[in-house]
């Protein structure tokens, strides 16, 4: 069976190493990226069932990312974290379709039962 | 006092009643002219009739001619008639008293004529005498009221132009004495008005005119004063919402910089429970070793939020600007060199002392400069400007780069806690605290950045005699010219 790919973009780069390193034991493939240039750039040559992106980066942010992302592959489920617990920006993001929206500190716990059930709805 | 629309009103009635009295005064000179005028008209009328009877009567006495008689009594018959259908003219221009006097001696004379005609006696030399005596008293009579009345309408002109040039400079120094009044207290009601809004524009929101006048300009006093008040409670609203919005953004910008390394210890601490099983020795000292940094970086920020929510006492003194900027260079010197910067100053020697804590200042101009530094990481040209604005009685310190600018979406966050650009080792601090500090030295900051050509921020601080804080004068002479 063909594993499932996700992507984590996150400007802190603990962020990728621990989610890879956990996403990974589940049998995911993980790609990280340190900012949404290359993540976008690296999105034209592959596909990816899951992009996990921090909201706040420098350049391209993470409503930049999900924008392109519903525009170009809409099959790509998004979910969005960040340390700005601020409510406002979340139904923004909410309200372009994002799957799943997480507060830093992340429970990898529920960011993995997000994953799962994001992938679920997509093979129904 | 009184509403001046009260004072013009008054002010319109004396003029009105002034001019009723003027016009009245004129009115009766005129009757009076008009009655002199009509009975000279009649008198010379009279005066003819006279001189008829004169005439005749000495065709009588001189001739004996006694148809001469029968001329008299015609001539004193019409005199009488004319006297009698005019009578209330001469009564008004003469009076009764004289108007008797004439028709008396008119009938004397009547009766010495009908005597004679009657020829109850043969008149002699004596009786011929009586009656031209009489005759002349007649006539002599009636040329002294006639001219009595010429002299007396000369007499009634002279008065009129008189009082026609008496009330002509009366009315005149009452109009000018009202308005005078008028415009004078308006003049200084509108003149504590300008006092008062300009105090306002200054930002004094405290009503001034503590008994505003009973008058139209005293409500308006009123209006401002209430107005005053409400801006300066809108004003502290509005820095209250301000502070509170500042608070927000920098708790925000707080947890946002507290959060990350949480998460990053948390996502360590989660993966390796998870993976533990896995892991080498060295893999799980790593992970610790990783947890230890993002702890000192947890540390590092509180110590920072520490430093800048305790700012320390400012110990205030009298300083010499050019001073500080030498001191601020020497401390940034070893930067300069290794950025390949070259420095120009432009210090002006016209400057007034400041009043200021050294060690702030200085602290502003270092975080300043060391952006202005990394803004120009290929190297390039800082310079540094100070500067007397005369009209403020303020100094600027102008700091100018060649380096890369900031974007404009920027400019008007580079105040902001924790807005940086920089790439990494930036708290996004510096200029916040650094405007922080210009604040308390009532400063100002601006910056203009395009592109290309750099960027320039230029500071400004009141000279210490502006705000009445120079303890020696030795500049103030300098400055005093």
Redesign the interface.
């Known amino acids: 069976m063909k594993k499932n790919c996700i992507m984590v973009i996150d400007d802190?780069k603990?962020?990728g190493d621990?989610?890879r390193?956990?996403l990974e034991?589940e049998g995911y493939e993980v790609e990280t990226f340190l900012n949404g240039e290359s993540a976008l750039a690296r999105l034209e040559q592959k596909a990816f069932d899951v992009v996990i992106t921090d909201l706040?980066m420098?350049g391209i942010d993470g409503l930049e990312i999900l924008r392109t992302i519903k525009q170009l592959y809409p099959q790509t489920v998004v979910i969005m974290i960040t340390?700005?617990?601020?409510l406002d920006v979340a139904i923004e993001a909410l309200r372009d379709d994002v799957h799943d929206f997480f507060?830093?500190?992340?429970?990898?716990?529920d960011l993995k039962a997000s994953i799962q059930k994001a992938l679920n709805k997509h093979a129904d | 006092m009184m509403k001046i629309e009260h004072k013009i009103y008054l002010s319109n009635i004396v003029h009105i009643l002034l001019l009723l009295l003027i016009g009245t005064i004129a009115m009766h000179n005129l009757n009076a002219l008009y009655t002199k005028f009509r009975f000279i008209t009649i008198a010379n009328e009279l005066n003819a009739g006279f001189l008829g009877i004169r005439l005749a009567e000495k065709n009588f006495l001189l001739y004996d001619d006694k148809t001469a008689l029968d001329e008299i009594s015609k001539e004193i018959r019409q005199t009488s008639t004319t006297l009698f259908e005019v009578r209330n003219d001469i009564i008004r221009a003469v009076g009764a008293v004289n108007y008797g006097k004439l028709t008396d001696l008119l009938n004397q004379y009547n009766q010495m004529v009908a005597k004679i005609r009657q020829r109850k006696f043969s008149p002699d030399g004596s009786f011929n005498n009586q009656l031209r005596a009489a005759g002349q008293e007649l006539k002599n009579f009636s040329n002294d009221i006639t001219e009595l009345e010429s002299t007396n309408i000369g007499r009634i002109i002279i008065r009129s132009k008189t009082i026609l040039h008496f009330s002509f400079w009366a009315v005149v120094l009452f109009a000018l004495f009202f308005s005078q009044l008028i415009v004078r207290n308006i003049g200084s009601s509108l003149r504590r008005i300008v006092n008062l809004t300009q105090s306002i524009s200054k930002g004094n929101y405290q009503p001034i005119d503590t008994k505003p006048s009973a008058d139209e300009m005293g409500a308006v006093v009123i209006a401002i004063n209430s107005m005053a008040t409400e801006l300066g409670k809108r004003e502290k609203e509005i820095i209250q919402s301000k502070r509170l919005a500042s608070i927000g953004v920098l708790v925000?910008g707080v947890?946002?910089?507290l959060?990350?390394p949480?998460?990053?210890?948390?996502?360590?601490a989660?993966?390796y429970e998870?993976?533990y099983e896995s892991l080498s020795r060295e893999e799980r000292i790593d992970f610790m070793n990783?947890i230890e940094e993002?702890t000192e970086r947890l540390r590092l920020i509180i110590k920072n939020l520490l430093d800048f929510s305790r700012p320390k006492e400012p110990h205030l003194s009298q300083a010499d600007p050019n001073h500080v900027i030498q001191k601020t260079l020497e401390l940034i010197s070893n930067m300069l060199d290794v950025s390949n910067i070259r420095t120009t100053l432009n210090l002006s020697d016209e400057l007034p002392d400041f009043y200021i804590d050294e060690h702030q200042i200085q602290q502003v101009l270092v975080n300043i400069t060391a952006n202005a530094i990394q803004a120009m990481s290929d190297g390039g040209r800082l310079t540094i400007s100070s500067r007397y604005l005369e009209k403020e009685d303020e100094v600027e310190f102008e700091i100018r780069d060649t380096g890369k600018g900031i974007p404009p979406d920027y400019l008007e966050h580079i105040f902001d806690p924790f807005f940086t650009t920089k790439?990494e080792g930036g708290t996004g601090l510096g200029l916040w605290v650094s405007y922080g500090i210009i604040k308390q030295h009532y400063g100002n900051i601006r910056v203009k950045s395009s592109g290309d050509a750099g960027t320039v921020f230029f500071i400004t601080f009141p000279s210490c005699n502006k705000i009445k804080r120079c303890t020696s004068n030795e500049k103030e002479l300098h400055n005093g010219h």
Not at chain 1, 83 to 86: E, I, K, L, P, S
Not at chain 1, 103 to 109: A, E, F, R
């Open positions: 802190e603990i962020v621990m989610a390193r956990s034991q706040k420098k340390a700005f617990a601020n507060p830093k500190p992340v429970k990898i716990k | 925000a947890a946002h910089e959060n990350n949480l998460n990053n210890i948390s996502m360590i989660q993966t998870s993976v990783q993002q790439e």
